[in-house]
């Protein structure tokens, strides 16, 4: 195994595990609308499927390794953004086993794509 391979099996797994991640969002977007409108945010019917497009385009661009810098930049402000607010399971009443769930898995992806973001600007 070379010394790129590694690198290039998980730049893969992380940019189709995200684009993949953010086209679930379109599977059912009605849903998806009224999560985000439950959340808070601002005219959910246009942020939230721009948000999951956005997701998809910068999960493609890592797995391409297409304008790297720009896909790590937009996945990592994307998962900032929706971890802390969406996934806020410390404000939660009652079991808030699924919101913990989300917050860490993301802050997983949040961990790979800080990766790729260095290698973006090596």
């Known amino acids: 195994m070379s010394d790129d391979e590694p690198w290039l099996l998980g730049r893969l797994a992380l940019g189709l595990g995200l684009a993949l991640q953010a ?3 379109f599977r059912d977007l009605d849903d998806h ?3 985000a409108e439950s959340a ?3 005219v959910p019917s246009v942020l939230a499927p721009l948000a999951s497009a956005a997701m998809l385009a ?3 661009g890592i ?5 790297p810098r720009l896909a790590t930049t937009a996945a990592a402000g994307f998962l900032v953004t929706v971890t802390a607010t969406m996934h806020d399971f410390w404000n939660e009443e009652g079991d808030a086993s699924g919101e913990r769930l989300a917050f860490f898995g993301n802050l997983a992806m949040l961990g790979g794509v800080l990766l790729a973001l260095k290698s973006a600007f090596d």
């Open 23 to 25: 086209s679930e969002d």
């Open 33 to 35: 609308v009224e999560y």
């Open 40 to 42: 808070g945010v601002p």
């Open 58 to 60: 910068a999960g493609v």
């Open 63 to 67: 797995a391409l390794w297409r304008l």
